[in-house]
């Protein structure tokens, strides 16, 4: 018993070493919750609609340091039936979240079909998030 809480107090040491001298981020958005300490990085998820013209987005979470931009993006993709190029990007939500406000956004974005890219921009943040988007299926 002695030796695994050695083992515990040695891996607490060196978890918030790394974390104050380079940061952690954990998770992937919309898969699972992302963990962010002291880190400036950047995750994004994308979803392609067949069925609908909208997307709906939810992300909560609070900013503890530092500050988060949160983007909706969508574009038309390039179709190789009409020979039609990518549409241009079209930013539908650009916000950004500083030290001590809470992310609250439960929102469909209209765009029409094609793909959403949902960034999240962390800098130097902390604070832990989750992101909420369909399964490219029920789209």
Do not use: C
């Not at 104050?20 to 392609?48: C, D, I, N």
């Not at 709906?56 to 190029?85: C, M």
């Amino acid at each position: 018993m002695r030796g695994f809480l050695t083992f515990l107090v040695l891996l607490a040491i060196v978890f918030f070493a790394v974390g104050e001298t380079h940061g952690w981020y954990l998770g992937l958005p919309s898969h699972t919750p992302v963990f962010v300490y002291k880190m400036t990085a950047t995750g994004q998820a994308t979803r392609h609609t067949f069925n609908t013209d909208a997307l709906p987005v939810r992300l909560t979470g609070s900013v503890r340091h530092g500050n988060v931009e949160v983007k909706v993006i969508f574009q038309k993709p390039e179709s190789i039936q009409n020979s039609t190029q990518a549409g241009p990007q079209d930013t539908l939500f650009d916000r950004t979240y500083q030290t001590g406000e809470r992310i609250a956004i439960d929102q469909d974005f209209k765009g029409g079909q094609g793909d959403y890219t949902v960034v999240l921009q962390f800098n130097d943040a902390t604070g832990f998030f989750r992101l909420v988007l369909p399964t490219e299926a029920q789209l």
